[in-house]
């Protein structure tokens, strides 16, 4: 009995892992100009982070060579190929990624509690409301740019540096020095009107001097 609960949850497992490496490959795939010929070497997967190694035919039909894919976990099985890399596949590499998109979620969570107690975002704004149209999301937009750089910088004074910026930008939205874009869209409807009503006089002028 035991026997056959092991090899079913093994069935099982290899199951999963043969499922989670076929949507790993597909995101590979979908990428290159001859996904029949690709030949892997080595399949990589922590968490939300992977890296494949791979060897595929280029545009001329030639193989070009071993190059590592590192992607991200999107949801749902749907993986992101989002860099490539001539290193090879390391859980030290996926390790330092997992760590990296943590910070992010950190610096998410900080600049969100910032633009929910400045009522600048509901009580109820989660990580994806930080994209969009709304008081100082332009800031956000660069302050979230600043905490990624931060987080991927390797010595200590570019983290410092970028860091500076990031607690800058935080300090901005807490002040409220900055526009709102609907506000700047207003004003620019508002000179286009303009410039609008006075070509439409110089039209009428024109038009009266030439019936004198």
Known sequence: MHLIVRASLAIVLLGGVAACNRDLKAAVEEKLKDPYSVKYEEILRMGSRACVRYNAKNSYGAYSGFTTAHLQDLGGGNWYAETESDSPCTTWELEKKLAIDAADRKAEQQVLAVLKKKKLLPATATES???????????????????????????????????GKFNSGLAAIEEGNCPAPEQATESDASSAAAAAQAAAEAADAAAAAAGL
Do not use: T
């Open 129 to 163: 409301d930080l994209i969009g149209e709304y008081r100082c999301s332009d800031v956000v937009s660069n302050v979230m740019s600043y905490a990624r750089l931060r987080n991927e910088a390797e010595g200590e004074e570019d983290k410092a540096d970028w860091n």
